[in-house]
């Protein structure tokens, strides 16, 4: 314990930590709420949910087709952000969302990490090759990562990283897309526990003039790890049946941070007890799994119309998630689809966050408490700096939130 506040106050004295309580990937407590798809019909601008320390990762969802108009990929977000209501950049089908880089930076101000989460129930996803999947990464690190590109469709804003909610398509060649993703990132030897270890020491020796190395657009991009102090992580939905027949090749041949098991719409849903396998998932995690510190979530729907079958409410899941704390070391949270129903569903994602919290703490009572600066697994440096007073506790919603949500009556909409 003694190591891991060291630890905390060295980050702290380089600069690594913000005044607001940071993302920490190594605790049992960890809430990923999917935003995008307005399965409520009732979808708020994302900053709005980002209002209060509840929610600790938001995967936007989707980028759900890979190669569209013009080579370039599609996003969709319902009635926040499409390619029909917000137009899209000459020559594409990729919306222009830059209207979402206020909410992104304010949440992560807020000390949680945006990513983006490819694929989706109806995604025109897959690659022919190797070759294929490392030049898709590269897009995508340049659209919404670390790179540059005279196009980036949340404007300023610099996402967290990707998640794979692969549903279909062939399962070849998605080790190569995360390989290449982590060696633009300068990750290839690292996990989000090293990282952090790495950024701490290098800026402790770092010149004050060193400069942070992004690629042109035409070029790979690599980010100079020394001095970005920005971790981006990847993380993956498989289905729980094991193994997941989309993504499960690349699990064990490429680093995934985490892994958002979706225990609903299968036989070993959250709703079939004895046929519930987080403990087959968690063997994966140590026996298999590329990276040896990967996390395991519980996916569960907010709500009994997220999914079609699986929806238990917050007092199982809570059971759920205390057996799985005090018995498996990969558990790192739940995962739920998708924020407006869990959000309109009594806060149901307050209830499930409010009850990890109160079983870690009486499990693992010598852990840095939630409202404490704890050791951050991604530094947002830039994002704090470009945004104005912000907490982890209280994320002012602004008035555009209101005026930009719209509902549309084509939505296209997805679950996962």
């Known amino acids: 314990m003694h190591g891991v506040l060291s630890l905390a106050?060295?980050?702290?004295?380089?600069?690594?930590?913000?005044?607001?309580?940071?993302?920490?990937?190594?605790?049992?407590?960890?809430?990923a709420v999917y935003w995008g798809q307005d399965s409520a019909g009732n979808q708020q601008r994302l900053s709005y949910y980002c209002k209060d320390s509840t929610v600790d990762v938001f995967p936007l969802?989707?980028?759900?087709?890979?190669?569209?108009?013009?080579?370039?990929?599609?996003i969709d977000f319902a009635n926040t952000c499409n390619q029909w209501d917000q137009g899209t950049f000459p020559g594409t089908d990729l919306a222009n969302c830059t209207i979402l880089a206020d909410?992104?930076?304010?949440?992560?101000?807020?000390?949680?990490i945006v990513t983006l989460s490819l694929g989706g129930a109806t995604g025109e996803v897959g690659f022919s090759s190797d070759s294929q999947a490392e030049s898709f990464a590269d897009q995508v690190w340049n659209l919404f990562l670390g790179g540059e590109s005279d196009i980036r469709p949340f404007g300023d804003?610099?996402?967290?990283?990707?998640?794979?909610?692969?549903?279909?398509?062939?399962?070849?060649?998605?080790?190569?897309?995360?390989?290449?993703?982590?060696?633009?990132?300068?990750?290839?030897?690292?996990?989000?526990?090293?990282?952090?270890?790495?950024?701490?020491?290098?800026t402790a020796s770092a010149p004050a003039n060193a400069t942070t190395h992004h690629a042109n657009k035409n070029t790979t991009a690599v980010i100079d790890v020394t001095n970005k102090k920005k971790y981006y992580y990847i993380t993956a939905a498989p289905q729980c049946p094991y193994p997941d027949a989309y993504i499960g090749a690349a699990l064990n041949e490429a680093p995934f941070d985490a892994v958002y098991v979706q225990f609903y719409n299968n036989y070993c849903g959250l709703d079939q007890p004895s046929e519930y396998n987080f403990a087959t998932w968690d063997n994966w995690a140590k026996t298999q799994s590329a990276n040896p510190n990967v996390?395991?979530?519980?996916?569960?729907?907010?709500?009994?119309?997220?999914?079609?079958?699986?929806?238990?409410?917050?007092?199982t899941l809570s059971s759920y998630v205390s057996d799985a704390q005090e018995k498996y070391s990969s558990f790192g949270g739940v995962m739920l689809w998708d924020a407006s129903t869990a959000y309109t569903n009594n806060r149901f994602d307050l209830g499930i966050k409010t009850?990890?919290?109160?079983?870690?703490?009486?499990?693992?009572?010598?852990?840095?408490?939630?409202?404490?600066?704890?050791?951050?697994?991604?530094a947002h440096t830039d994002a704090a700096h470009d945004s104005?007073?912000?907490?982890?506790?209280?994320?002012?919603?602004?008035?555009?939130?209101?005026?930009g949500v719209r509902s549309r009556v084509n939505s296209r909409f997805f679950k996962l």
Not at 9 to 31: H, P, Q, W
Not at 61 to 74: E, H, K, N, Q
Not at 168 to 193: C, D, E, K, M
Not at 389 to 400: A, I, K, N, P
Request: glycine share 8%.
């Open 9 to 31: 106050c060295l980050i702290l004295g380089l600069g690594l930590l913000e005044r607001v309580a940071t993302f920490d990937l190594s605790r049992k407590d960890n809430l």
């Open 157 to 202: 804003a610099v996402l967290d990283g990707v998640d794979l909610d692969i549903e279909s398509g062939t399962p070849a060649h998605y080790a190569a897309f995360v390989n290449r993703i982590r060696a633009n990132a300068g990750l290839t030897q690292l996990n989000a526990t090293t990282f952090a270890l790495k950024a701490a020491n290098a």
């Open 61 to 74: 969802a989707f980028l759900y087709i890979f190669r569209g108009s013009g080579g370039y990929p599609v």
């Open 355 to 378: 009850a990890m919290k109160t079983s870690a703490l009486k499990l693992f009572p010598e852990e840095v408490p939630r409202n404490a600066t704890s050791v951050s697994s991604s």
């Open 103 to 112: 909410d992104i930076k304010e949440c992560q101000a807020a000390g949680k």
């Open 295 to 315: 996390k395991v979530y519980i996916g569960a729907p907010g709500s009994s119309d997220s999914a079609g079958e699986g929806y238990v409410s917050v007092s």
């Open 388 to 403: 104005h007073s912000s907490t982890d506790e209280d994320c002012e919603e602004d008035d555009s939130a209101k005026a």
